[in-house]
């Protein structure tokens, strides 16, 4: 859980949120969320009717990934917003990091909150998804 | 339980009545995407297998709705931003309702010139109490070609 002593504005946290991706997970992600678009499980549609180089993982599993980044940062039922572009599509074997800054730390004593940056990158350092996040934080 | 492991997240909080329990939170919740999961119980979500009706993914051929329909040239749809605003944690046992509502539309031209439809949406989910859970916006995006590595 977040402390707010470390609510310094430019602090980071980041962590990697996956490892050479498989597309097993994939395979997981879709079963879990109940998107079954073939262009994420289904090499040969996805090659030779969609012309994808291979399959990709939805964006919501990229999203869902970097918000584990969060909740690890900021605490379980901390957040107020979360949100973001998907930049740059994830294939198997990409390995993602997570990684949030404090832009903001707002010291309304009814309500403090701190707000963030979130920037998910992969191995070759391509931002994938670009985003942010308000969260409820303690009394500072 | 499921859906964390599927987005690789560890966290008992998700999971564990024992450990939830002594917590300030008090019990098992939601992991901050879940609501994701409303494919599931969208009886016509187009993205699922149904019994009876050509599924867009491979069996014998690559895809099983090609020559019924005009071959795809390599357009699609794609998600491009999903903004979520929480108003109490999802916990196990409650029952959501979603509410949703068509956004803007506009256009713009790609990177590499192609022409891209956007589109927005919000679906407001409420629980048994009628008490606003948590509002999702989402941007979906309509490309004439596929997108490159």
Known sequence: ?140 | MLFARAIGDPNPIYYDPGYAEQTQIGGIIAPPTFVQVQAHYDPEHRMRPRPGVPWVGSGRESSGVLGSTTPRSGGTGLHAEQHFRYHQALRPGDILHSQRSEGKTWTKTGRRGGKLLFADEVVSYTNQRSELVVAVRSVRVRTERPVSA
């Not at chain 1, 584990?68 to 917003?81: A, I, N, P, Q």
């Not at chain 1, 403090?112 to 996040?133: C, D, H, I, M, W």
């Open chain 1, 1 to 140: 859980v977040l402390e707010p002593e470390t609510l310094v504005i430019g602090a980071t946290y980041d962590v990697e949120v996956v490892s050479n991706l498989t597309r097993t997970q994939l395979v997981q992600y879709a079963g879990a969320s109940g998107d079954y678009n073939p262009i994420h499980t289904d090499e040969i549609y996805a090659t030779e009717v969609a012309h994808y180089p291979s399959v990709f993982a939805h964006g919501m599993l990229t999203m869902g990934m970097t918000g584990r980044m969060l909740t690890d940062y900021v605490g379980d039922d901390r957040l107020l917003e979360y949100g973001g572009r998907f930049v740059s599509q994830v294939w198997p074997g990409d390995s993602l990091n997570a990684c949030a800054t404090v832009v903001a730390v707002i010291t309304e004593a009814s309500s403090p909150r701190v707000k963030l940056s979130v920037v998910t990158t992969n191995q070759n350092a391509e931002v994938v998804f670009e985003g942010y996040a308000l969260a409820r934080v303690d009394r500072l």
